[in-house]
């Protein structure tokens, strides 16, 4: 192993190299640098050298990527990301340091952002990198300290912090609310990717037998909210992320909110409960309640 670590290539070479492929020419990438164009251009020669292959075809003065180049550029694009994280915790202190923190988009945007300032306010040595993930993932391997997570207790080596249950409202801009479920079930019913049985079970919970119409289909839940509000449909979301468009009047709610199927947890990689930001972080988030 120390054999091999040896022969690895510097990190400016794989940086220069990574910048190459990223920018799509040395100049580009000197640029991003900071660095002359000569120097990006004998970085690229030394990793080919010390690899024993080329990774550009010379095309003029273009450099083309080989295909084996651009898979190690995304190898070495993650690794550069990993080291970068890595830096950043190694400079925490306990009062200060980073916290790489990935969040569902509506979770962070609707529900964490206008709390953040209050965090930030009184730990003012910790900064906070976020990220959006949609679906578990493997945390250590992606460089984040903690997520946001959406469903059960369920995350694979990880600990985690429940924050609040989910309750799911039915909205609708005004000109196309209705007042029972039969005719609820007519109208456009805007759907979302990754809860494709959201509204079949809602209306079995309400007692409601029958077929059931299929609206647009989103993604995530931020461009279905602005549809409802557009009167291209009906919604079906958690109530903290429409509390806005309720108060002004934009969606008016079917009924009052019931409990979806799922809560918000704070997880974390196992073993890694040590780390400052991260402590203060899962302390005042636990402190907020819903």
Same mark, same amino acid.
């Given at each position: 192993?120390?054999?091999?670590?040896?022969?690895?290539?510097?990190?400016?070479?794989?940086?220069?190299?990574?910048?190459?492929?990223?920018?799509?020419?040395?100049?580009?990438?000197?640029?991003?640098?900071?660095?002359?164009?000569?120097?990006?251009? +004998? /970085?690229?020669?030394?990793?080919?050298?010390?690899?024993?292959?080329?990774?550009?075809?010379?095309?003029?003065?273009?450099?083309?990527?080989?295909?084996?180049?651009?898979?190690?550029?995304?190898?070495?694009?993650?690794?550069?990301?990993?080291?970068?994280?890595?830096?950043?915790?190694?400079?925490?202190?306990?009062?200060?340091?980073?916290?790489?923190?990935?969040?569902?988009?509506?979770?962070?945007?609707?529900? /964490?952002?206008?709390?953040?300032?209050?965090?930030?306010?009184?730990?003012?040595?910790?900064?906070?990198?976020?990220?959006?993930?949609?679906?578990?993932?493997?945390?250590?391997?992606?460089? &984040?300290?903690?997520?946001?997570?959406?469903?059960?207790?369920?995350?694979?080596?990880?600990?985690?912090? +429940?924050? &609040?249950?989910?309750?799911?409202?039915?909205?609708?801009?005004?000109?196309?609310?209705?007042?029972?479920?039969?005719?609820?079930?007519?109208?456009?019913?805007?759907?979302?990717?990754?809860?494709?049985?959201?509204?079949?079970? =809602?209306?079995?919970?309400?007692?409601?037998?029958?077929?059931?119409?299929?609206?647009?289909?989103?993604?995530?839940?931020?461009?279905?909210?602005?549809?409802?509000?557009?009167?291209?449909?009906?919604?079906?979301?958690?109530?903290?992320?429409?509390r806005p468009e309720l108060a002004e009047?934009?969606?008016?709610?079917?009924?009052?909110? +019931?409990?979806?199927?799922?809560?918000? *947890?704070?997880?974390?990689?196992?073993?890694?409960? =040590? *780390?400052?930001?991260?402590?203060? &972080?899962?302390?005042?988030?636990?402190?907020?309640?819903?």
């Amino acid at each position: 192993m120390a054999q091999a670590r040896r022969l690895l290539p510097s990190m400016g070479q794989l940086a220069a190299f990574e910048a190459v492929c990223r920018t799509g020419s040395t100049l580009a990438a000197a640029g991003d640098l900071s660095l002359t164009q000569g120097a990006v251009s +004998k /970085l690229v020669h030394g990793l080919e050298a010390q690899l024993g292959v080329a990774l550009f075809l010379r095309e003029g003065r273009a450099l083309v990527p080989t295909e084996a180049a651009q898979a190690f550029a995304r190898d070495v694009a993650r690794a550069l990301d990993l080291v970068s994280r890595g830096a950043l915790r190694a400079r925490s202190t306990t009062s200060g340091g980073t916290l790489a923190l990935a969040v569902l988009p509506g979770f962070g945007t609707r529900w /964490l952002a206008p709390r953040l300032s209050a965090f930030l306010a009184s730990h003012q040595g910790v900064t906070i990198n976020m990220g959006t993930r949609l679906e578990p993932f493997d945390l250590e391997a992606e460089g &984040f300290d903690a997520a946001i997570h959406f469903g059960t207790e369920s995350w694979p080596n990880a600990e985690h912090l +429940k924050l &609040f249950d989910e309750e799911l409202v039915v909205c609708a801009a005004p000109d196309l609310m209705v007042s029972g479920l039969a005719e609820l079930a007519r109208k456009p019913l805007l759907q979302l990717e990754t809860r494709p049985a959201a509204w079949r079970d =809602w209306f079995a919970r309400a007692g409601y037998v029958g077929p059931l119409p299929q609206g647009m289909l989103f993604d995530q839940f931020a461009p279905l909210i602005e549809a409802a509000v557009h009167g291209l449909g009906v919604a079906l979301v958690p109530d903290f992320l429409v509390r806005p468009e309720l108060a002004e009047g934009r969606l008016v709610a079917f009924a009052a909110a +019931k409990p979806g199927v799922g809560a918000y *947890y704070l997880v974390w990689p196992r073993g890694r409960e =040590w *780390y400052p930001p991260l402590q203060a &972080f899962r302390a005042w988030i636990e402190r907020l309640g819903r």
